[in-house]
């Protein structure tokens, strides 16, 4: 393994001298602004946690309504409005969504607030009766958001930013099913057919 990673390192020479910058940096705006929110609020109460819990869903139930075509159809046919969530027993009026739901109408499931540009394909590892279920993420937004998760656990752990870390995982569209990033100090090892 050390000499599969000494000889990814020669492929990254300028990502060396990149390293110098601090890691928070380096993941962008939405990492560290991510970061930061998930540090201060492991702090909250279990009040404030449930009252942005609400806050956070009924503005996610709202943003489907109005931007995303297969919500709004589906609410309206069952007379369901943003306002008619007001509390936590409330999202119960909200109908079930299927996985087959979602595979028989892709695009309908596209915010209309997002640009194609904008977008990345991404896929769940398929537990559910091994087949996974492709989505759209924003791209480098939704990556560094979960990037600030992930760091945010390890941290609590007592992994550092530094810390040479091996990440297994399933990847749409991968060319490399063995990468290394010199600035992250992680090796990557995909699995392309999740």
């Known amino acids: ?18 390293g110098l910058i601090p890691f928070q940096y380096r993941n962008g705006k939405e990492f560290r602004r991510t970061y930061k929110f998930l540090m201060e609020s492991q702090w909250w109460s279990f009040e404030q946690h449930k009252e942005y ?59 209309r607030s997002y640009s194609d540009k904008m977008l990345e394909p991404a896929k769940t590892s398929g537990t559910t009766l091994g087949q996974g279920l492709e989505f759209w993420m924003e791209k480098r937004r939704s990556e560094n958001r ?35 990033n010199p600035l992250a100090n992680v090796l990557s090892i995909f699995n392309p057919a999740v």
């Open 1 to 18: 393994m050390n000499a599969l990673v000494k000889k990814m390192n020669y492929k990254y020479p300028v990502l060396w001298l990149l």
């Open 146 to 180: 979960e990037k600030a998760f992930v760091w945010r656990m390890w941290r609590n752990y007592g992994h550092a930013w530094s810390d040479k870390t091996v990440v297994i995982k399933g990847h749409i569209g991968i060319t490399e099913l063995i990468t290394y």
């Open 53 to 111: 819990q609400l806050r956070q869903l009924r503005k996610l139930v709202k943003h489907a309504y109005d931007t995303v075509p297969f919500y709004k159809n589906l609410y309206d046919e069952h007379g369901i409005k943003p306002e008619h969530i007001q509390n936590f027993s409330d999202f119960q009026k909200l109908p079930v969504v299927t996985r087959d739901l979602i595979k028989d109408n892709p695009k309908q499931f596209l915010s």
